[in-house]
């Protein structure tokens, strides 16, 4: 048996049965908890006049989502906290921030792993004037949803005198549409998985206007096949325009079906721990899913219109996955597939145009360039390893029982082609010890090999000594086993030159 509970919202497309109340509703107080609330009961509602029930000044602090990778499919309520509803780059606002509370709400608080609404808030003052202020977030604290309000300065509505005031309120459409058809998205495709074996541990979207690809976390990586599999069994489903709804329970409310008692049970551990004394909804897709969730969700799968899963990291031929521990599987759906398909489009054509082919052909060709790639590190390293033998052929050809060598090309400037020389200097002369230092850019490389430890160590402890002088701190490393390496910070000059030199000169007496 299912309840209505009065007032009845505004008529919008969504069936009468999407929201399905299965306990009396008689005793629900006028002020809406969530749960309750008018986004959750009709999805497509835009905007409500309701009445304020209370207002206070805010904190200014930026909020931050919290927990948004911690979230598992089936979690049923939200954090007290969410993402900020200010774009990157956007401009500081003006004015005071106020938090409001109204009896009822088209406006959603983060919950669900969904990100919070934005949208409007309309009072009037005494003499009717219609006055709009900026709801910049909505939040969750305990059961109530507290609606962030900016306030300019100078405004003639006084917010600590607005409680009992009609006001309206109207949710920013193309955010909401976004979250919710990515959120009933994530739902569809974790139920397709789910049913393969693979369960979602956790999920995440980015706010919009973000075209980023939300997730789900699996057990294991996906081949190619499987992800594309995935992707058609949605979509049909999606073409099916299979019915979403709503049942709504009270928490704490002891289950007497003995199968579902362990399921209760988990959905509880979910919640958080101040949501108490609340209700419980799980959302439904025709004959694919059922699972607890506050968010809000699209009255039947035809909102999503187009459900995306990217190409997995695994070889696209490959038959098995390339990761067996947690991975991430991305998705689009609704009007974030269609941005991310512009945005992949126009960066299918840079990328041709930057290897001057067409975007049909790019493949082949990043292929042949890779592989010409490929084949020239090869060269380049066997060319390498024949130059720092022959640089450590000609360091052992000196007489001296230390040796050193400097470099100062680019090519040659990294620790391996140092020790390559030293290799092969240790290697014709065991007993005796070579320095190497390499001064391109900024830092300047410095190497001491030797098979006698004690000689090498010493001979790097005096170095280290010399250049760095006074700034202990500018040359950083360390060894064992008679090789030793630092990193010199700063310009190589003709005081790093003298000091090594007369370094050098020491330990030859």
């Not at 009468?16 to 497509?44: M, N, T, W």
């Not at 809000?296 to 696209?316: E, G, K, N, Y």
């Amino acid at each position: 048996m299912t309840y209505d509970l009065p007032p009845a919202l505004p008529a919008t497309a969504t069936p009468a049965d999407y929201s399905r109340i299965h306990f009396d509703p008689s005793e629900v107080p006028a002020k809406r908890i969530v749960g309750l609330l008018a986004c959750q009961r009709d999805p497509l509602l835009r905007s409500l006049t309701s009445r304020v029930v209370v207002t206070r000044p805010a904190c200014d602090a930026p909020l931050a989502q919290k927990g948004r990778d911690r979230k598992k499919k089936g979690s049923s309520e939200a954090s007290s906290a969410a993402t900020s509803a200010a774009p990157s780059g956007a401009a500081t606002p003006t004015g005071k921030l106020w938090e409001v509370e109204l009896e009822d709400t088209v406006i959603f608080p983060e919950g669900g792993g969904q990100p919070w609404d934005t949208g409007v808030l309309r009072v009037h003052d005494a003499n009717g004037g219609e006055h709009e202020f900026a709801v910049e977030a909505c939040i969750r604290r305990g059961l109530d949803a507290v609606h962030r309000v900016r306030v300019p300065d100078g405004s003639a509505i006084d917010f600590a005198q607005l409680a009992g005031a009609a006001a309206t309120a109207e949710v920013h459409w193309d955010r909401r549409l976004d979250h919710m058809v990515t959120h009933t998205a994530q739902h569809l495709l974790s139920a397709v998985l789910d049913a393969k074996g693979l369960p979602t541990l956790s999920w995440g979207m980015g706010q919009y206007p973000s075209i980023d690809a939300p997730y789900v976390e699996l057990p294991r990586g996906l081949t190619w096949a499987e992800a594309q599999a995935a992707e058609e069994e949605c979509n049909a489903h999606i073409r099916a325009g299979l019915k979403v709804w709503i049942d709504v329970t009270m928490q704490g409310v002891a289950e007497t079906d003995e199968e579902r008692k362990a399921e209760v049970e988990r959905e509880f551990r979910a919640i958080p721990k101040d949501y108490t004394g609340g209700v419980i909804r799980h959302c439904n897709i025709t004959g694919v899913d059922r699972n607890a969730c506050c968010g809000t969700q699209c009255p039947d799968l035809t909102h999503i219109s187009f459900l995306h899963v990217l190409p997995p990291s695994s070889p696209h031929a490959a038959t098995t996955p390339s990761s067996t521990t947690p991975t991430r599987l991305y998705f689009v759906a609704g009007t974030r597939a269609i941005g991310h398909l512009q945005h992949a489009s126009r960066e299918l054509s840079r990328a041709g145009q930057a290897v001057n082919v067409g975007r049909n052909d790019l493949f082949e060709r990043i292929s042949k360039i890779e592989a010409n790639r490929f084949e020239q590190a090869e060269a380049g390293k066997a060319m390498k390893g024949e130059l720092a033998r022959m640089v450590g052929d000609a360091a052992a050809a000196q007489t001296q029982p230390v040796v050193h060598v400097h470099r100062s090309e680019k090519a040659t400037h990294d620790f391996d082609f140092l020790g390559s020389v030293a290799a092969s200097f240790v290697d014709a002369r065991p007993s005796d010890t070579i320095v190497l230092t390499s001064a391109v850019s900024p830092p300047a490389l410095l190497l001491v090999q030797s098979k006698d430890n004690d000689r090498a160590k010493a001979a790097f402890d005096a170095l280290k000594a010399a250049l760095a002088g006074d700034d202990k701190a500018r040359v950083k490393g360390g060894g064992a086993r008679g090789r030793y390496m630092a990193k010199v910070e700063g310009k190589w000059g003709k005081a790093e030159a003298e000091a090594v030199a007369r370094v050098l000169e020491e330990l030859k007496a």
